[in-house]
């Protein structure tokens, strides 16, 4: 804190008022947004401000996807380059991959960071690396078949996408070899539904983890009770009532705020990060010392869409459509009818009337929300194989409950 | 070679020869071609029997381009890996990148042993390290462009056709950062018009460097002479006539053979690499110590294509197109006419007569061979971005001259 304080001008106003780098200080300082970030970087292009070191000490340069926005550029040391791999090692050493795994990383090798994360997590854990950029699907199942790959680091979007390709090419001697799939990039792996169905499909376990290019890999899962640990070795955590600085109370569901103690060369200090999470009242039922949350990441801040006065998360529709077996693409559609009533429209690749109607059922049962289910021919909603972008708003900008909204595809 | 003679099942029969590993026993030891250790792994799959090692404790696959036939797969230790990374850093430390500059890698991140070695060396080196996998050629441009990158690494036929797409799509401004291009994966950089032709489209200079993933990165970037050193601090180099163990003469041009010292997991000795060079009588204007290629890697034996009695490398083709001022696409056709004679055939991207009959008169000046110059619209040939693909062998398989003809795309 005093180094960063000293020379990182985007901190340095922000850190003014603390004496010590104590952590009980932390709460004083203010909270750090995206916006804050983007902001920064717009009048300071292209890296911003939040730079403790000259521009040379950086080894390494990754964004945020971009899914919301203009993406945000993160430089990291060499140090911090280090830490981070060490906390994706983390998550892999709880997804049980070690040594004696042979792990395919099956994406592309954009400036993501967590593709780099995992590389490094990889290679940290002693496993055996196989990078599977530059590939089409059936290439990495005949890959992952003739080398026997153990492990598979993808997003759950793509496992699932993997496996149907599996059953269409006639290559579903790749599901043997594979023992688990760590997900990531999306909170797919921590909807029960979900992670039973990539869990089905491969035969395999499906562990979740978290990170994002702000800040690192955060959270790994918990083998024993399901859902995830907040690393809080390597980063203090706060769970906020969203929108405002008080924390949610024990079992109460609220934004993650984390503070990333191996970073210094482009600092995540009290940094809200948009990921929505039900904390827990006690600890998991292997009574591990980190903070758990049972039901990993819930969605995002801004996924959140408000429906005649109700929190609605896409993540748990897509849940709910799970439950009822329809394991295709889908496509949730919000919009105001001619009432000036939002209503909820989800088109899904459903074969029978009765199926549409079982999850108009579940969800109204389920969440308390009314929608209207459209079954579509496989085909022709498109599909989705990386960040799932698989929500559209169409209610006019201003009205009440769309405040929040993302930006649809 | 104690070691690898004692646990590894396909060098200990080849080792048995020699009592000691001093250089000079060598020469003795057989050499190793890439369908010795192709029939092996199709013998002992997945990864064949050249392991030195138990397999958990290999870090990470790699594959050969499969450029030619189907690729081999090639372990390395992690020190192995280390020595790997620093072969790649001295190529970069050859073209002058290092800890102060932003280094591009224009490339998708396939199991190919360059592209990760790349990520690895400019870690090395200390530069700012910008993974450009997973985009398209313009978002790629605009990336150099914001973030100001210095150096870019990639193929140069790539390099090539991303200047075409910043000129098509007004994104020229990529072009003012960079000020160095380190080619990888074909030999078009030791070409010097396709050299020239790179700096001219990006103002930058161009160097080369070889490697291979059955070896590593073994020669580097002449700056003083043009050209490549071989780094034969970390392999041993030898140059023989093509399909003899007799070494080429100084000066002479033959094919080059290598040991590599520093890895152990699966190693490489007396490796023939399928590279062709032509070897210099004396040491570069510079004086550096490793031996000198001149002119870098000339073609590969699978490439050499014998016309008429004649020793033909489509790259030299290359350079006479590029000279006469010929930059697109082109392909070369090699056929029997019916009077049973081997003919050459080229289309071309010219839109004049004269420039036809320009590259027919140098071709036969400068290489002694009679071609015949079709031109052709621009896009009617495909596009290559990867590895270059221009070559096709239409001649009864048989025939004198044909014997060493590679499989066309």
Redesign the interface.
């Known amino acids: 804190v005093a180094l960063v304080r000293r020379t990182n001008p985007f901190q340095r106003e922000r850190l003014a008022g603390i004496a010590s780098s104590a952590p009980a200080e932390l709460e004083a300082l203010p909270l750090t947004t995206k916006e804050d970030l983007a902001a920064d970087q717009l009048a300071h292009?292209?890296?911003g401000s939040n730079l403790t070191f000259a521009?040379?000490a950086?080894?390494?340069?990754h964004q945020t996807s971009g899914t919301t926005g203009e993406p945000l550029?993160i430089?990291q040391t060499?140090a911090d380059w280090r830490w981070n791999r060490a906390c994706f090692a983390r998550a892999l050493t709880a997804a049980g991959i070690g040594?004696?795994d042979?792990v395919g990383l099956a994406?592309?090798?954009?400036?993501y960071l967590q593709?780099?994360s995992a590389y490094e997590g990889a290679?940290e854990v002693?496993?055996?690396?196989?990078?599977?950029?530059?590939?089409d699907s059936a290439q990495r199942l005949e890959?992952i078949r003739?080398?026997?790959l153990s492990a598979l680091v993808c997003t759950p979007t793509y496992a699932l996408r993997l496996a149907e390709v599996a059953r269409s090419r006639g290559l579903e001697a790749a599901f043997a070899p594979v023992e688990t799939i760590l997900c990531l990039g999306e909170p797919g792996a921590s909807i029960p539904s979900t992670r039973r169905q990539i869990e089905g499909a491969w035969s395999a376990r499906c562990l979740d983890h978290a990170g994002m290019a702000e800040v690192g890999a955060f959270a790994y899962a918990c083998a024993a009770g399901g859902g995830l640990h907040l690393n809080e070795d390597e980063f203090v955590c706060e769970v906020l009532v969203p929108g405002t600085e008080r924390p949610v109370p024990p079992g109460g569901r609220g934004e993650l705020v984390l503070t990333a103690l191996g970073r210094a060369g482009c600092p995540a200090i009290r940094y809200r990060t948009g990921d929505v999470v039900d904390t827990a009242p006690r600890a998991c039922p292997a009574g591990h010392a980190h903070r758990w949350l049972p039901n990993g990441i819930v969605g995002r801040t801004d996924d959140m869409v408000v429906i005649r006065g109700m929190n609605v998360f896409p993540s748990a529709i897509e849940q709910t459509l799970r439950e009822v077996g329809v394991h295709g693409e889908y496509r949730i559609t919000f919009y105001t009818d001619p009432g000036a009533r939002d209503e909820v429209r989800i088109q899904a690749e459903i074969a029978r009337p009765d199926v549409a109607r079982a999850v108009e059922d579940r969800t109204r049962q389920r969440l308390g929300l009314r929608v209207r289910v459209v079954p579509v021919r496989p085909g022709i909603l498109p599909k989705q194989e990386l960040k799932a972008r698989r929500v559209e708003d169409l209610r006019p900008i201003g009205r009440p409950g769309t405040e929040s909204r993302r930006p649809t595809a």
């Open positions: 292009p292209p890296f521009p040379d950086y080894a390494h340069l550029r430089l060499a040594a004696a042979r994406f592309s090798f954009g400036p593709y780099w290679k002693g496993a055996l690396v196989v990078p599977l950029g530059g590939m890959t003739d080398l026997r």
